[in-house]
Nanobody
Framework: QVQLVESGGGLVQAGGSLRLSCAASRSIFSINMMGWYRQAPGKQRELVATLSIGAKTNYADSVKGRFTISRNSAMNSVNLQMNNLKPEDTAVYYC?????????WGQGTQVTVSS
């Protein structure tokens, strides 16, 4: 079991940057996959970026080259650096951890990008 708490969301103008953090209640070293997902109003939740064991990363096409997922050296948080933000990036961003058949979600943090 692990609790996840996101932070770092807010309001930013198009072209700006934000850094989201996901703090875990324990080390994420043994968790198979950590990721960021987002859900815009009226839309389904979608994958943004994932970080798997072996430091393998995966990004949605819409964020490639603009977003970077990483974890801290203490192995207890996962970050999402978001650059060149666009209005279509506006959504609630959720942190997720997956380990075997178990999935853990944070409560989400709102990101709003104004044009």
């Amino acid at each position: 079991q692990v609790q996840l708490v996101e932070s770092g969301g807010g309001l930013v103008q198009a072209g700006g940057s934000l850094r989201l953090s996901c703090a875990a209640s324990r080390s994420i070293f043994s968790i198979n996959m950590m990721g960021w997902y987002r859900q815009a109003p009226g839309k389904q939740r979608e994958l943004v970026a994932t970080l798997s064991i072996g430091a393998k990363t995966n990004y949605a096409d819409s964020v490639k080259g603009r977003f970077t997922i990483s974890r801290n050296s203490a192995m207890n948080s996962v970050n999402l650096q978001m650059n060149n933000l666009k209005p279509e990036d506006t959504a609630v961003y959720y942190c997720k951890g997956s380990n075997g058949g178990d999935n853990y979600w944070g409560q989400g943090t709102q990101v709003t990008v104004s044009s």
